[in-house]
C-alpha cells in the first residue's frame, strides 16, 4: 500500500481570521457583491481542507460569503491547495485571481458562484 500524505492544515491563527472574516462577509448589511479580497502571505500553504465533508460544508473559509466580489490569491505563492467549499455559495463572486502553484482544487471550491 503506497503512503498516505498528509498536508498540514492552515494554522490555527489563519483559521480563526478566516472565521472572523467569514461572518463579516456573510453580513447582509455589506451588500452583494461589495468586497474584493485580497489576500498576501508567503507562508500561506492551503486554504481549506480537501477533505471537507458536504456535511461540514459551512466550516470551509469562506463559504456562503455573499459580499465578495473579487478574491485576489497571487500574494499567497506557496498555496498549493484550495479545499473543499473554500468560497462555496459566494454568490456574487465573479473573479479569482489564484496563484501559480496550486496543484489541488478541492470539491465544489467555487460552487454557486458566478
Not at 461572518?23 to 498576501?40: H, K, M, N, T
Request: proline fraction near 8%; glycine fraction near 8%.
Amino acid at each position: 500500500m503506497p503512503p498516505v500524505s498528509r498536508v498540514r492544515p492552515p494554522p490555527l491563527r489563519f483559521r480563526r481570521v478566516c472565521r472572523a472574516l467569514r461572518e463579516r462577509f456573510q453580513d447582509e448589511a455589506l451588500g452583494e457583491g461589495s468586497v474584493i479580497l485580497i489576500l498576501r502571505d508567503p507562508e500561506l500553504t492551503a486554504i481549506g481542507d480537501l477533505e471537507l465533508d458536504w456535511d461540514d460544508s459551512e466550516k470551509a473559509p469562506f463559504y456562503g460569503c455573499k459580499s465578495l466580489f473579487r478574491i485576489e490569491l497571487s500574494g499567497c505563492p506557496k498555496v498549493t491547495i484550495l479545499g473543499a467549499y473554500a468560497f462555496s455559495g459566494c454568490s456574487a463572486l465573479v473573479n479569482v485571481s489564484l496563484p501559480d502553484g496550486l496543484t489541488s482544487l478541492g470539491a465544489s471550491a467555487f460552487q454557486h458562484c458566478k
